[in-house]
């Protein structure tokens, strides 16, 4: 506790949670991203604390570091609910995926190159700081697209979630395979990592849709949380890359009608897997947006405001901006005639956070400052918010229809409509 007095605290973190609430209404309208909102009130917060001399405490990092392992669970758990595998949107879902992989990639090896230029860091270990500043945050990306047309909405949801995804498993995979000597060792463990976790998760969430499915107490959705963050939590244990279970998981029950096609349909009850969707969706929504805001308030709390006035904190940090929107769009412009404004939706926020406090000891350098990770996250949520008002009200662009004789039109309405033979 920070107050000392129960009371005070609970009326503190209950007025945390409305004000979040009402940062997430503000940047509905003004498309200010509640995170940069959350960081501000958390640094209001320190200098409200040390005007009144009031200790943070020892417990606040191992607070944000619980948060964060939540954090991540939630994130990949709430995208992988929304992705929906379907063939209609299997170009745009594969295209998507593909610019999340190479922007990841490319991002992360010109930041590498830039950390290792600037602050004299091993490849390795730039590398390692280099991904989490190269992964978009769904968690501002998707609240902020509503007003986008169809098309360039779906993509940018897509695009979010995979890079959310991509970048978490890559970068577990960079730091738990760090001892291997040569490049194909490395792939070999990666390959038996993967393979292995992919064909536990998908056993364990097979059982896991049957199983609860036959549940029918009220606890049951927590019960649920509680189950898959119990696995992840084992699968660390034995180095197995938890996410996948997280992911599968999410994919499986949001996607069941794929996952038990066939002979496996009898062992399901659609309508119960439905309604419980529904609620598990709507339960991860809102414990997501709780583990958000104080995640972020926290941050705003332990931030140390004289790494901003560096210049060369300030040089690096429009460096590496530079370097992101740069293959940006070099990963846009082959697939898209209109890059705008997706070119400009590139914020970092939630993942970034949480991966850097994620870096083992191992690998921490004293000369990477933290205000590098608050300058990327400044700069690209202003960026966002200046290209969503500029371009972001634009109409959707769609093909022109052409008919070339009257005889076609007729056997299109025809197609649509029989009755009007």
Known sequence: MISGDTYYDIIAICSIVIISY??????????????????????????LLKELNISLGDNVFSLLQLLGIVGLIM???????????????????????????FALLGSSIAIAWLLH???????????????????????????????????????????????????????????????????IDLVKEVAINVGLTIGLSI????????????????????????????????GKVFHLSSLIVILVF????????????????????????????KEFHLVTLESAFVVRTFFFVVFGLTLDLQSLLDINTAIISLSITAALYAIRF?????????ILPELFIAPRGLITVLLFFGIPPIFIQDSFSSGILLYT?????????????????????????????????DEELNQLNPKLK
């Open 22 to 47: 009402s940062f997430s209404m503000i940047a509905k309208y003004t498309k200010i991203p509640s995170v940069l909102l959350l960081i501000v009130l958390g640094v209001g917060i320190q200098f």
């Open 330 to 338: 070099i990963c846009l412009k082959p697939f898209f005639k209109s």
């Open 250 to 277: 999410g994919l499986t029950l949001s996607n069941y009608k794929i996952f038990f096609s066939g002979k496996l349909k009898r062992f399901i009850d659609e309508g119960i897997l439905i309604r419980i969707n």
């Open 75 to 101: 994130i990949v758990l709430e995208a992988a609910l929304d992705l929906r595998l379907t063939k209609d949107k299997s170009a745009l879902i594969l295209k998507a995926f593909f610019i999340a992989l």
């Open 117 to 183: 230029y600037f602050l004299s860091l091993s490849y390795y270990t730039a590398f390692i700081y280099a991904i989490p500043l190269s992964i978009m945050s769904s968690a501002i990306i998707i609240p902020s697209v509503n007003q986008l047309s169809g098309k360039k909405k779906e993509f940018m949801i897509y695009e979010s979630t995979f890079s959310d995804i991509l970048g978490i498993m890559v970068f577990y995979f960079a730091i738990g395979n760090s001892a291997s000597t040569a490049p």
């Open 377 to 409: 996250i400044l700069i690209t949520g202003v960026i966002m918010t200046v290209g969503m008002i500029w371009k972001g009200s634009e109409p959707e662009d769609v093909d022109r229809l052409e008919f070339t004789d009257l005889k076609q039109l």
């Open 203 to 234: 056993i364990a969430s097979y059982l896991l849709v049957l199983l609860f499915q036959r549940i029918t107490e009220n606890a049951r959705l927590f019960l649920l949380i509680s189950a898959l963050i119990l696995l992840y939590s084992i």
